[in-house]
């Protein structure tokens, strides 16, 4: 079996065929490339051999080198190799700082784990807290090695599962083969995936990694493997909605509507082998989105074109085996619905194409739901919420006329945050010009409340699948009938917690709205907390934080966003606030989106533009300003 020594030394010894052949025996920067690869070879071999001193003084000649290849002029081109063998020279050299440190006895290690720890008494014996983990930092998943690894290895362990790998879904990359992990977070060294490309052994035939997307791919690694998506289960390099080639959305006049008719089916029927890691002709059929995107014999459905679609024809054992596959086949008044469905255009009416159709379902359901049924049902949502998020600690539950308010902090400041929250409810329902009568929300709102930091964090990780963003102390969040928001109320932000409430239910009040884009949400939802609390120390910290953002004039920077850090955060409240000082008109936005107008629609009617050139405009005045 190899041993990570062994992994680490033939990653080192790999290093030289990372850079490009030198162009001219004059090129000093390429002669010093040459040598400091010829230095890491010593190195790799007398890491092997376990000969710290060696592997030092190797390690130490390749860096002189190093430092002084890059303290010259050199090409772009010469400087991107430079800087890709710079991260390996420090991965190098934290192996080798490994294997030098002082090993502690045998004698000395069993004496102190034969040591008893002394123990304070107490009352109640508390359970350790579970080990915080750090922000995410280095490359992005999602913007930048997502991208390579659909580039180099899509063929093989993306559209497929090549030697038990599959890298379909984050989840998938993160599971390995059934001989474990291949990404090792916090040490590319010792990561089976770093090996097999840096030996050339991956990927096959001439689509290697070059040396700049290995060396992010290691960074990557070395700073902890972290996720920064949306859903760990989403497939790799899925398109967002507004890419999608073919998804037309509902206009509610369609006689068979797909999340009420058709999605409980496909997920019934179809989703167990047309899902998980490596799906039934590579087609999945969890989500709208891998419907419309079709398999390995193509495209499977056809708008305005029934006879043409394989999944009508395949439901009716024409053109192929028939579908579900050896299951008893559909009974035919269900599949004249999915026949009737796609002569009607083959829209979607859920909110998210590239969501779980289950989340489709539970919104179709939710929506049939009355304003009591639907708020029981949230009630059990948000116990089964919390005990994902923190199975061994209890928690206290208050519910009042618009929120249901769940945490882990006393009964007392339980009760104390509900009557801020109703409180900030009235304001933003006066600013808004909303019915007081009316529920901000139909099916209340879920507010989780946390004690710490720590256990916010927690709670976005266990939850949602992914790390909180730095400083973040408060958010919403939607899918399906979920909607609810999340919030620290430690003793020592009574200052800030009146607007960090204001925000969260301006917030989930945003996000009830179909078709709602994340980022006008959470820059809205900002924007009408400081316009309630202009006072609060929360709102001047936004403000500091917007003046202090770098310049940009790319709408994407922020409109693509799904997950925020606290840079487009201040970029969406920017722009919110902008349309907020013309009140009238924002408080017309808010009345369409109550009278059921979906969003851009709604934006177009009152703005004369669409939100995509509102920010465009808003881009250019904040460039002639500043």
Known sequence: MRTASTTLAICLLALSGLVAQRATAADATDDAIASINDSLTKAGKAFRDKNAAEAAAALGEAKTTFQAATAGDVSPAMRAKL??????????????????????????????????????????????????????????????????????????????????????????????TRNGPVIRPGSAAESRMIDLVATGQMPKGDNKLTPEELATLSRWIDAGAFFDGDDRTAPLGQKSAG??????????????????????????????????????????????????????????????????????????????????????????????????????????????????????????????????????????????????????????????????????????RLAEISQLAEAERAKIVKLLKLDPAVPLVKGSLVVFVLKRQFDYSEFIRMVEGREAPRNAAGHASVKGSDLYACLTASVDNDDILPALVAEQIAGGFLLNFADMPPWFAAGAARAIAARVEPRSPLVKRWDAELQNLPATDSPDSFVAATVFDAELAARSYGFARTLLQKLPAFQSLVAHLVDGRNFEQAVTDVYRNNARTLVELWLRGKQRRG
């Open 83 to 176: 800087d890709a063998l710079g991260d390996r020279l420090a991965a190098a050299e934290r192996a080798i700082a490994r294997l030098a440190a002082p090993v502690e006895s045998k004698a000395a290690s069993a004496k102190k784990s034969s040591a008893k720890p002394a123990v304070t008494p107490t009352a109640k014996t508390k359970k350790p807290a579970k080990a915080r983990r750090a922000a995410p930092t280095g490359p992005s998943f999602t913007s930048d090695v997502a991208p390579i690894l659909m580039a180099k290895c899509g063929n093989c362990h993306v559209r497929g599962a090549r030697g038990g790998l599959s890298m379909a879904t984050f989840a998938a990359l993160e599971k390995g």
């Open 243 to 412: 890419e999608m080639e073919g998804l037309v959305k509902a206009t509610g006049k369609e006689t068979v509507q797909f999340s009420r008719d058709l999605a409980p089916v496909l997920l019934e029927q179809c989703a167990r082998c047309h899902g998980g890691d490596n799906p039934a002709g590579q087609l999945r059929l969890e989500t709208f989105a891998g419907l419309l995107a079709g398999g390995a014999s193509g495209k499977a459905i056809e708008a305005d074109k029934p006879t043409e679609s394989l999944l009508l024809n395949r439901l009716r054992g024409i053109d192929g085996d028939r579908m579900p596959l050896e299951k008893p086949p559909l009974p035919d008044e269900v599949i004249a619905r999915f026949e009737t469905w796609l002569k009607e255009g083959a829209k979607f009416d859920g909110s998210d194409a590239t969501a779980s159709l289950r989340v489709a379902v539970e919104e179709s359901l939710a929506g049939r739901m009355t304003h009591d049924e639907l708020t029981a049902k949230r009630v059990v949502q948000a116990q089964k919420l919390w005990a994902l998020a923190a199975p061994d600690e209890a928690s206290e539950m208050v519910q009042t006329a618009n929120f249901i308010l769940m945490g882990n902090v006393s009964p007392a």
